[in-house]
């Protein structure tokens, strides 16, 4: 079994080195591309390169992941307020606000990188 799983390793190392050494390299970012449906202020059969594309798909994701957290905060919150002298319920809402404030912080963090790495990634 364990001779079985080493040949297998080598075998598909040797094929991904393959295709990295012995393939053309498709430069995806210098292609114009069509949109099949619009995104933001870009209208449906738009013409756009990768990188545009997937700067407007990073800048959507988070703008929902904030909604979301911010939609999870209110929640839990009323949650919380609405519990009672339930115990149970109330350390279930905090669990949910601590969640929804990673979620946040990760979303935020995350963003952050990118600005700090190339702010172009990240400016629209």
Same mark, same amino acid.
């Given at each position: 079994?364990?001779?079985?799983? %080493? ?38 059969? *738009? ?35 609405? *519990?009672?002298?339930?115990?149970? *319920? %109330? ?8 969640? *929804? ?24």
């Amino acid at each position: 079994m364990l001779y079985t799983k %080493k040949i297998l390793y080598r075998i598909s190392t040797y094929l991904m080195l393959a295709t990295i050494l012995f393939t053309e390299h498709v430069h995806a970012a210098d292609k114009e591309y069509k949109l099949l449906e619009g995104i933001g202020t870009l209208s449906k059969g *738009a013409s756009v390169t990768f990188k545009e594309y997937v700067a407007r798909v990073f800048d959507y994701t988070v703008a929902v992941a904030a909604l979301l957290a911010m939609l999870m905060l209110v929640i839990s919150g009323v949650q919380y307020a609405s *519990a009672g002298v339930s115990e149970t *319920a %109330k350390s279930d809402a905090k669990k949910r606000m601590w969640a *929804a404030f990673y979620g946040l912080a990760l979303a935020i963090v995350g963003y952050l990188i990118l600005e700090t790495i190339n702010p172009a990634l990240v400016n629209f």
